[in-house]
Structures are given as C-alpha cells and as structure tokens.
C-alpha cells in the first residue's frame, strides 16, 4: 500500500519564526511536490523536485524554500513565518514518466499567529 | 491567470441522482487530466483520468468526458451516494514535460443528500 507521511497534522508557529515541514515517502518515487490549499483557490504549487538535489520553483514560491538530500524525503521550509502562510499543506509523489497519478499525504494544516 | 477552472464552488444533489462537476482549460498544450477527491483533514485521492487521445473514460459509477474543441471536461457521478460528499479537483498536464507537475482547479464541494 503506497504512502505519504507528513510529519504533523496541525501546526501553530508565531510570526518570524523558521518553520520545517517534512514529507516522506515509500513508493521509490523520483517527484516530490509541495502544495498549498487555501478556499476558492484550490491546490497552488509552492516548489517540486524530480530529483535529489534538485528543485524547481512552482507557482508560489515566495518565502518559501525546500530541501531533498534523500529520494524519500521532501522537506518545506518556512524561513520567516507570516500569517499569510497560514494554510493547508500538502505534499505529495509521482512517479518519473508514470501515469502522472500523484499520491498524497494527510496535510499539515499551519496556522501562523 | 487560472489554467485551469472550476467555476462551481459548489454543487448539491439528492441520493440516487446523477452528479456532474465542469472544468474548463485554457492552455492547448494540456495532454492529461485527473480528477482527484478530497475528504476534510485529508490529502486528496485520486479518482478517475482521461488522456487527450480519448473523449470518455469510464470507471464504474464515474464518467469523465472530454471535449478538446471546447477545452472543457466533466465528471458524471451515477448513481450519486452520501460517501461521495467531498470537495472535487480536476487537474491537467503535459506528458512530454516529464515533470509530473499538474495544475489543479480551484475545487467543486458536492454535497449529496440522503
């Protein structure tokens, strides 16, 4: 059974602080993504790796920054937390060349006060 | 600028009856479409797809049908069941960019009532 971890569920940060938010999964997947799901703006990209080491800029990327030193593992960073970011986060997997079908975690629902 | 739009926020039937969410797209280059299924506190999960070659695509009780000339795609849910309240995304790609990468709508939350 394939799967995707997010490592919370529910976050709450203050203004200006670094936020990590992790993302694994066991499915050998060379594509990893970062969403963000806010109401009446459906799932926005934040940034996508179809590598180790490597990353690509998605649509939404500003203050935003990412880290993938090992194929499992797609991590989300938050350098200065600010209450726009509040917001649900999804991670989610793809296979290279596959059928374009992507797995997704629980979500980490952050709220920034 | 939206690529790819679902411009009902929201859609309520009645059990038994059939359910049908539109997304339209603006971008030619799309080659691949999904729809994907949304459970509060939940990561979406995927649904049904169709690839630009076909016009239809069938998986027991969810149709998706595609009209390129149009750039508009719809899922037909039949019959409809309480368990399918949920919020609905559809999603487009391009295959050749090898990415992966897909370009969600904003999401249709179906309600369907017993």
């Known amino acids: 059974d394939v799967k995707v971890t997010q490592s919370s569920r529910y976050l709450v940060k203050r203004t200006g602080e670094k936020v990590f938010l992790e993302c694994v999964q066991d499915?050998?997947?060379?594509?990893m993504f970062w969403y963000r799901q806010d109401p009446g703006l459906g799932l926005r990209l934040i940034y996508f790796?179809?590598?180790?080491?490597?990353?690509e800029k998605g649509d939404i990327p500003e203050g935003y920054s990412v880290s993938r030193e090992k194929k499992e593992r797609f991590s989300l960073i938050l350098e200065s937390a600010s209450t726009n970011q509040t917001s649900m986060y999804l991670c989610?997997?793809?296979?290279?060349?596959?059928?374009?079908?992507?797995?997704f975690g629980p979500g980490t629902r952050l709220t920034v006060t | 600028d939206q690529q790819v739009k679902q411009n009902s926020p929201s859609l309520s039937v009645q059990e038994g009856r059939i359910s049908i969410l539109n997304c339209d797209y603006t971008n030619s280059m799309f080659d691949y479409f999904l729809w994907y299924k949304k459970y509060p506190a939940e990561g979406p999960t995927f649904l049904i797809s169709?690839?630009?070659?076909?016009d239809k695509n069938e998986d027991g009780r969810f149709t998706v049908f595609l009209n390129k000339s149009a750039k508009h795609l719809s899922l037909h849910i039949v019959p409809s069941q309480p368990g399918d309240s949920a919020v609905y995304f559809c999603?487009?790609?391009?295959?050749?960019?090898?990415?992966?990468?897909?370009?969600f709508g904003q999401g249709t939350t179906l309600q369907v009532k017993p």
């Open positions: 989610a997997s793809t296979q290279w060349g596959g059928s374009y079908e992507q797995y």
């Open positions: 499915m050998d997947h060379e594509n």
């Open positions: 790796s179809y590598d180790v080491k490597m990353k």
């Open positions: 999603a487009a790609s391009v295959i050749s960019s090898n990415t992966g990468k897909l370009i």
């Open positions: 169709i690839s630009s070659i076909k």
